[in-house]
């Protein structure tokens, strides 16, 4: 798996807030209906484009934010997911990482990955969708408050 290069921070659009359930596109359609309770705060880095052609997707830990709201965050590290056979990662971003977020953030996208192969199965969708794991920078790992 190759490494990924880092920002320290990022300009961040909340599309969609923490404890919400709709993931919504840029133009503000629907793009996604959680079976859970989003964990976190989920947005959009300003200036930016992924390989879906959409700009890149941000995950904001911390407390709840306003859908439309934007904040300049600390980059802590990257979610890897594959979604129809596209990279789809997601910018992991707050103030610190703790093990338990980490746990969550991992239980959250192994489900998701489920829904969105679904999803996509009944949109005609195809290559592989999977979540592969969290990558954390060497310099970010600091941040991670690691059990005593």
Same mark, same amino acid.
């Given at each position: 798996m190759?490494?990924?290069?880092?920002p320290n921070e990022?300009? @961040?659009r909340i599309d969609t807030e923490r404890g919400g359930f709709v993931k919504r596109r840029d133009d503000g359609r629907v793009d996604f209906v959680s079976p859970l309770p989003c964990p976190f705060n989920y947005g959009s880095?300003?200036?930016?484009l992924a390989d879906d052609g959409d700009r890149e997707d +941000?995950? +904001?830990?911390?407390?709840?934010?306003?859908?439309g709201?934007? +904040?300049r @965050?600390? @980059?802590l590290g990257r979610v890897r997911f594959i979604d129809a056979g596209v990279a789809d990662h997601k910018?992991?971003?707050g103030e610190s990482l703790s093990p338990r977020e980490i746990k969550r953030i991992n239980r959250f996208f192994r489900l998701y990955a489920r829904a969105k192969r679904l999803l996509n199965a009944l949109r005609g969708a195809h290559g592989p969708t999977r979540f592969e794991g969290i990558e954390v920078p060497e310099t970010s790992l600091a941040a991670i408050e690691l059990p005593g």
């Open positions: 190759a490494s990924l290069s880092f990022l300009e @961040v880095a300003r200036d930016t +941000v995950l +904001v830990l911390g407390e709840k934010l306003e859908r709201s934007e +904040v @965050v600390a @980059v910018w992991l971003c």
